[in-house]
């Protein structure tokens, strides 16, 4: 059932709002895919925040922005098949319209889960990173609120609700945060047991929704239920602080 992806693939899921450097893709993995990940979270790695719980795999960034050199854990890599998917997608590889990032392939994912309820405030993502986020939903859905930074110059004339996009990202879905979408732009999950007036004029991504009718007959609105994120990335500075070991163990090296 793997899906054939090409250049018209990518651009039939743009986003057409700006920054127009987002891509929804519904059903990028299946149900028993997304049941194999949660299954295999593992419960001690749970970093508790005031509203959302956070692991890093596979591991959280040095003060200074680094990543420790090390795999991502088979369950966010390759079984279930994320990393091979995103990789035919082209993402971070650079392919099918999309610019590649340093390292060519996510080093790094923030699981990040949330309660009915439960939100993450309007935020960037910053420097650390190379500008690509790939989020997969897991669980409930969610709405994600953008909203694009004033530009320098800019009056506050501008139109507001152009500035304010609302993505609504359901179980099992993919999000491709890139460039300007990346750069210029504030995104955050607002903190509501339900997101309510979901329609096509007020859904960015509502076209290219996976089942847009399960919002709509139930009157535009979302029930929230507990919703995990899986956002890959690719960290800029890597570290090799286990240079010594692989010397001292003859492990030999591995690429960046
Ligand atoms: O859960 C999401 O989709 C957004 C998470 C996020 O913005 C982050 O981890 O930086
Ligand atoms: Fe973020």
Same mark, same amino acid.
């Given at each position: 059932?793997?899906?054939?992806?090409?250049? %018209?693939?990518?651009?039939?899921?743009?986003?057409?709002?700006?920054?127009?450097?987002?891509?929804?893709?519904?059903?990028? #993995?299946?149900?028993?895919?997304?049941?194999?990940?949660?299954?295999?979270?593992?419960? !001690?790695?749970?970093?508790?925040?005031? +509203? &959302?719980?956070?692991?890093?795999?596979?591991?959280?960034?040095?003060? &200074?922005?680094?990543?420790?050199?090390?795999?991502?854990?088979?369950?966010?890599?390759?079984?279930?098949? #994320?990393?091979?998917?995103?990789?035919?997608?082209?993402?971070?590889? *650079?392919?099918?319209?999309?610019?590649?990032?340093? +390292?060519?392939?996510?080093?790094?994912?923030?699981?990040?889960?949330? &309660?009915?309820?439960?939100?993450?405030?309007?935020?960037?993502?910053?420097?650390?990173?190379?500008?690509?986020?790939?989020?997969?939903?897991?669980?409930?859905?969610?709405?994600?609120?953008?909203?694009?930074?004033?530009?320098?110059?800019?009056?506050?004339?501008?139109?507001?609700?152009?500035?304010?996009?609302?993505?609504?990202?359901?179980?099992?879905?993919?999000?491709?945060?890139? %460039?300007?979408?990346?750069?210029?732009?504030?995104?955050?999950?607002?903190?509501?047991?339900?997101?309510?007036?979901? *329609?096509?004029?007020?859904?960015?991504?509502?076209?290219?929704?996976?089942?847009?009718?399960?919002?709509?007959?139930?009157? *535009?609105? !979302?029930?929230?239920?507990?919703?995990?994120?899986?956002?890959?990335?690719?960290?800029?500075?890597?570290?090799?602080?286990?240079?010594?070991?692989?010397?001292?163990? %003859? *492990?030999?090296? %591995?690429?960046?």
């Amino acid at each position: 059932m793997e899906q054939q992806y090409d250049a %018209g693939f990518v651009a039939a899921h743009r986003l057409h709002s700006l920054p127009e450097s987002m891509y929804y893709f519904p059903d990028f #993995i299946t149900a028993s895919e997304e049941q194999q990940v949660l299954q295999k979270l593992p419960p !001690n790695r749970w970093t508790h925040l005031a +509203h &959302r719980r956070l692991q890093a795999h596979p591991s959280a960034l040095s003060a &200074r922005g680094a990543l420790l050199a090390a795999p991502l854990p088979p369950y966010l890599a390759a079984a279930p098949p #994320i990393l091979p998917r995103l990789e035919a997608l082209g993402p971070f590889a *650079g392919t099918n319209g999309f610019v590649a990032t340093p +390292h060519g392939r996510p080093n790094h994912c923030l699981v990040n889960e949330y &309660r009915a309820g439960e939100g993450i405030m309007m935020h960037e993502d910053g420097g650390a990173y190379a500008p690509v986020v790939a989020t997969v939903s897991l669980g409930g859905a969610v709405v994600l609120d953008v909203v694009v930074k004033a530009q320098e110059g800019e009056g506050k004339a501008e139109d507001e609700a152009q500035q304010r996009q609302r993505i609504l990202c359901e179980p099992r879905s993919l999000l491709v945060t890139t %460039g300007r979408a990346y750069v210029d732009a504030l995104h955050g999950v607002p903190a509501v047991a339900a997101d309510e007036d979901l *329609g096509a004029a007020t859904v960015a991504n509502w076209a290219l929704l996976g089942s847009p009718a399960r919002y709509a007959d139930a009157g *535009g609105r !979302n029930e929230r239920a507990t919703r995990v994120s899986l956002t890959y990335r690719d960290v800029l500075r890597v570290s090799w602080a286990g240079g010594l070991g692989r010397m001292l163990g %003859g *492990g030999g090296g %591995g690429g960046t």
